[in-house]
């Protein structure tokens, strides 16, 4: 069990200006998961997590080259940590993201990424051995409810009948991964910059790639994917995620997390004018209920 310092202690007077650490993450993503969507009719799910991280690699050594000789030996000794973190953000997270847009809405991918806070709190209660009060179990249970009433689209016995996306239960996995990194990225508190730290996780994370692409194959850049590997590579690959790692550091895991809840509204919205994806009744209530839970569960009393 990792030893757990008081989480959020820090963040209750933080400026207004703090919070746009998470909000830019959740706005980048919110646009991703349209551009999943089209990218999984034009690139194979490994490619365009490889090309994503090896065209981000490129545009962030020149920036960051210096501070890896000065941390190198911070660096030596948490590199197995970094390849966690990489696992779990870079490796799991992106991959099972862009398999999932072969089998399910961007809508829906993007409800069930607002979920993040739900699984944050229940992780947190797990890895860092934390007792759950009344309201973290009563909120995470009326989430929950939310998820399966969702990917049932809107019948719970449609999921019993197995008549749910297979995507769907590939983006619950890829959640549960990026909430066990945001807890352990928080309590780990590595000794090097976010930058370098970013750097690193992406560089392990596409090692890893390698056998994968040796099993899958390797999709060559051309004029139908580019556009979705170059948003990918900037936006979601760098600027994203480096501001969402900066949000844990000074919000933390959970208030952090809260912000993903605006992700559905935005993909949604993108979605009807790109893909046409229309915004259904069980869409609202599953939504509704994810947000109710997480605030619910976030009650300290």
């Known amino acids: 069990m990792f030893k757990a310092s008081s989480p959020d202690s820090n963040s ?10 998470p909000l830019i993450p959740v706005l980048i993503w919110a646009i991703n998961m349209v551009v999943t969507k089209y990218a999984a009719s034009v690139i194979e799910p490994v490619s365009i997590s490889f090309w994503r991280m090896l065209i981000a690699l490129i545009v962030m050594l020149p920036f960051v080259y210096s501070a890896l000789y000065r941390q190198r030996i911070h ?27 072969h089998s399910t809405t961007a809508t829906n991918m993007s409800i069930i990424n607002a979920f993040i806070p739900i699984f944050t709190i229940l992780v947190s209660l797990l890895v860092l051995a934390e007792k759950p ?11 929950i409810s939310g998820l399966f ?31 066990l990194y945001g807890v352990l990225l928080r309590y780990w508190k590595l000794p ?7 750097f690193m996780q992406t560089l392990l994370a596409l090692l890893m790639h390698i056998p994968l692409l040796m099993y899958f194959g390797l999709d060559m850049l051309n004029s139908q994917n580019y556009q979705p ?8 690959s760098i600027v994203a995620p480096f ?13 952090s997390s809260m912000f993903t809840n605006l992700g559905p509204v935005l993909t949604a919205i993108v979605a009807y004018f790109y893909l046409g994806e229309q915004w259904m009744p069980y869409h609202t209530i599953g939504t509704l209920m994810a947000i109710f839970g997480v605030i619910l569960a976030q009650r300290k009393v």
């Open 12 to 21: 209750n007077a933080m400026p207004l200006w703090v919070y746009s650490f």
């Open 75 to 101: 660096i030596r000794d948490h590199v197995w940590q970094l390849a966690v973190l990489g696992s779990l953000a870079m490796l799991a997270y992106q991959c099972l993201s862009y398999w999932a847009g």
């Open 133 to 143: 009060n009344r309201y973290a179990v009563i909120g995470s249970l009326i989430s």
């Open 149 to 179: 009433y969702l990917i049932g689209q809107g019948s719970l016995l449609t999921i019993l009948q197995g008549g749910f996306h297979f995507g769907d239960g590939l983006m619950i996995i890829a959640v549960i991964a990026y909430a």
């Open 192 to 198: 090097i910059t976010l930058a370098t730290s970013l």
């Open 229 to 236: 590997v170059l948003y990918a590579a900037l936006l979601p």
């Open 243 to 255: 501001m969402w790692m900066k949000a844990m550091q000074t919000l933390g895991p959970n208030r």
